[in-house]
């Protein structure tokens, strides 16, 4: 079967500053559909991660009323939400949201529903 496609990227202007986030998801079916959005006040992690969270909605939205996913690969320039998705969320939900040197997880909001949302496509035996 083939997998969903995931392609996402964030950026800010100013770190903090005005940034946006981008993504286009295309569904096993071939089907490609663009989503964008932007805050006035972000940082370039914080869209970076926004893209990967809207991205898993979308697919969710998808999946409702499809229920064909098996597999969904993800493709980002971010270093910190690949090891953030990849090593890193579990643990620091298992540690009240703090990291290896005890200081609090940024982004804290969006991490807890990418945790979410990777555990319900587990549950529902998809490869994220």
């Given at each position: 079967?083939?997998?969903?496609?995931?392609v996402t990227d964030g950026a800010?202007?100013?770190?903090?500053?005005?940034?946006?986030?981008?993504?286009?998801?295309?569904?096993?079916?071939?089907?490609?559909?663009?989503?964008?959005?932007?805050?006035?006040?972000?940082?370039?992690?914080?869209?970076?991660?926004?893209?990967?969270?809207?991205?898993?909605?979308?697919?969710?939205?998808?999946?409702?009323?499809?229920?064909?996913?098996?597999?969904?690969?993800?493709?980002?320039?971010?270093?910190?939400?690949?090891?953030?998705?990849?090593?890193?969320?579990?643990?620091?939900?298992?540690?009240?949201?703090?990291?290896?040197?005890?200081?609090?997880?940024?982004?804290?909001?969006?991490?807890?529903?990418?945790?979410?949302?990777?555990?319900?496509?587990?549950?529902?035996?998809?490869?994220?």
């Amino acid at each position: 079967m083939k997998p969903y496609i995931v392609v996402t990227d964030g950026a800010c202007s100013r770190n903090p500053g005005p940034g946006g986030w981008g993504l286009i998801v295309m569904t096993p079916e071939d089907q490609v559909f663009e989503f964008g959005g932007h805050e006035a006040e972000t940082t370039n992690n914080r869209m970076e991660l926004m893209g990967l969270y809207r991205g898993m909605q979308e697919i969710y939205k998808i999946e409702s009323k499809l229920k064909t996913a098996k597999v969904i690969h993800v493709i980002t320039d971010s270093k910190y939400v690949m090891d953030g998705a990849s090593k890193y969320v579990a643990n620091w939900a298992r540690s009240a949201w703090r990291t290896s040197t005890g200081s609090e997880v940024k982004n804290q909001d969006l991490w807890e529903k990418i945790l979410k949302g990777l555990s319900e496509f587990q549950k529902n035996k998809n490869a994220f």
